[in-house]
C-alpha cells in the first residue's frame, strides 16, 4: 500500500467519523421517521443517579443511533446489500420469493404452555359474562402466502399456533394418542367459540398487503364472511363494493422496517355499497376519554405515511359504530388494529359495533357488557399480535 493511498484512506475514515459526528450535533433531532413509522428517542440530559446505573448511557446510544445523519438512506442502503450478497432478509423481515416485492415480518412463535395462558384469559372472559363469546385470530401473511417466502425461513407462521388455540378452546378433541401433557386438563369448561379463518384467506390473492402486515380491505371482507358464519348470522354482499380505489402509493410497517426501496406500493381500497350503506350509520370516538363525532374513512390519513389509519382514524381506546337499519343487536369486538378495516362491514350488520382496545382502556369488560347491554363478544386478533400483546390479561378482570 502506497503512502498517498495510506493518506487518502486515514483522511476518509477521519471525514467520515468526525463528519457525521459533527452534522450528528448540528442537525436539529427529528421527532418522527416517515421512514420506519415511528417516533425516535430524544436526547436526555444526565443525572446523578443514570450515570451511575448506566441508564444515561443506553439512552444516549439509542438517541445517537435513531438521529444518525442520513438514517433513513444507511438502512435502505444496508437492505440493498443485503440482497446483493444473496441474504433473503432485514431488520426481522424476509424479502418475497416474488422479487422480494412482498416483504414477511418475523412471526412470534409460542409454547403450548405460553399460549395455554392467554387463552386462559379468552376463556375466563367467557365465564364471566351471560352472552355469547366468540374468539377468532387473523392467520399471519407467512401462513397464507407460504409460496413466496424464502426456502427454510424460521420464523414464520405454520398454522400450529391457530391449531393449538383451537385445542385449548376445546374446538377440537385431541387424538388420544397423543401424550397426556399434550391434552387440554380433565374436566376443562369452556366458555367460548372459536372461528377458524385459516381458510377464508388461506391461497386467497390480495388478502394481505405485501408491504405490510394487515389484511388489505378484500382480506378483511373474507374473514367477515366467515365470522358471520361462525357466529351463525349470514350476510349477503357484493364483492364489487370492494373496487373503489383510495390510495395506489401505500407503503406499510414491514416495508419500514425493511428498507427495501425497491418494492412497489399497495394499493387501499374502500366499501362503498351501490346506492350508499343499509342504514344511517354514525361512528363516535373516544380517543381521550370524551366522545367526539368520527367516521370509518378518514381522508386526510392518505396524505401521511400511515395511510392505514384510513380506516377509522387510527387506534383509539373506544369506538363505538351505530346503524339503527342494521338487522342484528350490539356486538363487542375486543380487538387490534385488523378490525379497523373489518368496521365498514360489521356496520352493516349490526346496530352497533364497540371496537374495544384493551392497549388503552382499563375499563371492566364485564360492567361495559352490562352497561351497554351488549349482546355477543368477539375477541379478534391477529395471531402475531395475539402471541405478544401484554394486555391480555385485562380479558379475565
Not at 364497540?354 to 379478534?380: E, G, P
Request: net charge negative; aromatic share 14%; proline share 5%.
Amino acid at each position: 500500500m502506497s503512502r498517498k493511498y495510506s493518506i487518502f484512506i486515514t483522511a476518509l475514515f477521519c471525514a467520515f467519523i468526525f463528519g457525521f459526528g459533527i452534522a450528528h450535533f448540528i442537525l436539529p433531532d427529528r421527532e418522527f421517521s416517515e421512514q420506519e413509522n415511528t417516533y425516535l428517542a430524544q436526547f436526555k440530559a444526565p443525572t446523578w443517579k443514570t450515570v451511575r446505573s448506566g441508564q444515561f448511557m443506553e439512552d444516549f446510544e439509542k438517541y445517537f443511533n435513531q438521529q444518525f445523519p442520513l438514517r433513513d438512506q444507511w438502512v435502505q442502503l444496508k437492505a440493498y446489500s443485503e440482497r446483493t450478497l444473496g441474504k433473503q432478509e432485514n431488520n426481522k423481515v424476509y424479502f418475497g420469493a416474488d422479487g422480494g416485492q412482498t416483504l414477511f415480518a418475523h412471526f412470534t412463535k409460542l409454547s403450548r404452555e405460553e399460549l395455554a395462558a392467554r387463552v386462559g384469559f379468552v376463556n375466563k372472559l367467557g365465564g364471566n359474562l351471560d352472552v355469547p363469546v366468540y374468539f377468532s385470530l387473523v392467520p399471519d401473511k407467512s401462513y397464507t402466502y407460504p409460496e413466496l417466502l424464502p426456502a427454510n425461513a424460521p420464523n414464520v407462521d405454520d398454522g400450529s399456533t391457530i391449531g393449538m388455540v383451537r385445542e385449548l378452546c376445546g374446538d377440537l378433541l385431541p387424538d388420544k394418542s397423543q401424550p397426556w401433557s399434550e391434552l387440554p386438563p380433565d374436566g376443562a369448561v369452556y366458555h367460548v367459540t372459536y372461528i377458524d379463518l385459516r381458510d377464508a384467506l388461506s391461497g386467497t390473492e390480495d388478502s394481505f398487503y405485501r408491504t405490510d402486515h394487515h389484511w388489505t380491505t378484500w382480506g378483511a371482507y373474507q374473514g367477515f364472511v366467515k365470522l358471520m358464519e361462525g357466529m351463525g348470522m349470514g350476510a349477503e354482499h357484493d364483492e364489487e363494493w370492494l373496487d373503489i380505489k383510495v390510495a395506489e402509493d401505500f407503503y406499510g410497517t414491514t416495508y419500514s422496517a425493511s428498507g427495501a426501496g425497491w418494492v412497489k406500493p399497495d394499493s387501499i381500497y374502500r366499501v362503498i355499497p351501490e346506492g350508499g350503506a343499509k342504514g344511517n350509520v354514525t361512528v363516535t370516538r373516544y380517543p381521550e376519554g370524551e366522545p367526539i363525532e368520527g367516521g370509518l374513512y378518514y381522508p386526510e390519513k392518505l396524505a401521511v405515511k400511515d395511510k392505514y389509519a384510513y380506516f377509522l382514524g387510527g387506534n383509539q381506546p373506544l369506538c363505538i359504530v351505530r346503524n339503527p337499519d342494521a338487522a342484528n343487536g350490539k356486538l363487542l369486538v375486543i380487538r387490534d388494529s385488523y378490525a379497523d378495516s373489518l368496521a365498514p362491514f360489521l356496520a352493516e350488520e349490526f346496530q352497533e359495533v364497540h371496537l374495544f382496545d384493551l392497549r388503552y382502556n382499563n375499563t371492566s369488560l364485564k360492567k361495559y357488557v352490562a352497561d351497554n347491554q351488549i349482546d355477543q363478544v368477539l375477541v379478534l386478533y391477529s395471531a402475531n399480535n395475539f402471541n405478544t400483546d401484554q394486555n391480555l390479561f385485562k380479558l379475565g378482570l
